[in-house]
Nanobody, 124 residues
């Protein structure tokens, strides 16, 4: 059973920062692309950032480029999402996810393993 355990959400004032963490099994961490998605109330879930195994390549959605960074710590099998200069429009439930297969393209497609989600609220 694949488990993705997220942490790090919370409430922050606009302009502030948060870092989300996602712990995964070693097998998933080293063999599957992993990423972050978010879903705001009344909106569809959208891909935010994706990283290939080993960090060889990353994708960041346009709306957060320059503010969000995806990274990983291979010693801890942990994926991170550093979110800076947060805006109220970033308010959503954020999910860590991993692809079910070894395909890596297109971005944000093929994700079948999901964490429980963590709430991020940005107030003005």
């Amino acid at each position: 059973q694949v488990q993705l355990v997220e942490s790090g959400g919370g409430s922050v004032q606009a302009g502030g920062s948060l870092r989300l963490s996602c712990a995964a099994s070693r097998y998933i961490f080293t063999s599957r692309s992993m990423g972050w998605f978010r879903q705001a109330p009344g909106k569809e879930r959208e891909g935010v950032a994706e990283m290939y195994p080993g960090g060889a390549r990353t994708y960041i959605t346009d709306s957060v480029k320059g503010r969000f960074t995806i990274s990983q710590d291979s010693a801890k099998n942990t994926l991170y999402l550093q979110m800076n200069n947060l805006k109220p429009g970033d308010t959503a439930i954020y999910y860590c996810a991993a692809r079910t297969g070894e395909s890596r393209y297109p971005p944000f497609v093929g994700f079948g393993y999901w964490g429980q989600g963590t709430q991020v609220t940005v107030f003005s």
